[in-house]
């Protein structure tokens, strides 16, 4: 089974504009992770949260985590066409990095 | 810094045929994944190595999938007989272990199967 939830399930937008998508999960966990995956590629980490962490920062990446309301938000500021691409988010539930995956958020930038 | 090398990266077979598939991990990484991801779903986690010893296989269809690690290094996953819901993409993925801290777990481009 799959603990993580994203939401929306697509989102389509244009350059320049900010995308949001959201995960929801559903026990306890030791970091959630964000990835990305281009059509007909491999995935690509993109920031890990720990438990104790609230939010983190890389580049044009903001990354959020409650975890009284068990739920994580991924947002990319002005986006580019470079963008588009599927999200996932993965929780580890213990230190030996097991993740569980979502069944993703779909985004598509258009110019 | 090479990645994660998987091959083949595509197969296609008929139902009730055998595949083999073959993952290098990064050097110096101790554990390797794989994961089948149907397509539209997330990946799905078949088996995890730390070194050569098994974690966690308990979604790996015994019956039918197998996989190896063998020095620790590459590792290989077979699937006899093949079933047509099998068609998905197996990744192969690896890391570093250092618990308890969460690691990035680095993907390989993954191989294609398609049962017919």
């Known amino acids: 089974s799959q603990q993580g939830e994203e939401d929306p399930q697509a989102l389509s937008i244009q350059e320049g504009e900010n995308a949001t998508m959201n995960c929801s999960y559903k026990t306890s966990i030791n970091n959630l992770q964000w990835y990305r995956q281009n059509s007909g590629r491999g995935l690509v980490h993109l920031i890990l949260?720990?438990?104790?962490?609230r939010e983190k920062h890389s580049g044009r990446l903001r990354v959020t985590l409650d975890t009284s309301k068990k739920s994580s938000s991924l947002l990319i500021t002005a986006s580019r066409a470079a963008d588009t691409a599927s999200y996932f988010c993965?929780?580890?539930?213990?230190?030996?990095?097991?993740?569980?995956f979502g069944a993703g958020t779909q985004v598509v930038v258009t110019p | 810094e090479a990645g994660v090398a998987q091959s083949p990266r595509y197969k296609i077979i008929e139902k009730r045929q055998s595949v083999a598939f073959w993952c290098n991990p990064i050097s110096g990484h101790a554990t390797l994944y794989w994961y089948q991801q149907i397509l539209g779903q997330g990946p799905k986690l078949l088996i995890q190595?730390?070194?050569?010893?098994?974690?966690?296989d308990s979604q790996l269809p015994k019956d039918r999938f197998s996989a190896e690690r063998l020095k620790g290094v590459d590792s290989t996953l077979k699937i006899q007989p093949a079933k047509l819901e099998d068609s998905a993409v197996y990744l192969c993925a690896s890391s570093l272990t250092d618990p308890p801290s969460g690691n990035t777990i680095y993907f390989g481009e993954g191989s294609w199967l398609t049962v017919v």
């Open positions: 993965a929780t580890a539930s213990d230190s030996w990095g097991k993740l569980q």
């Open positions: 949260i720990r438990s104790n962490e």
């Open positions: 190595f730390q070194n050569n010893g098994v974690v966690d």
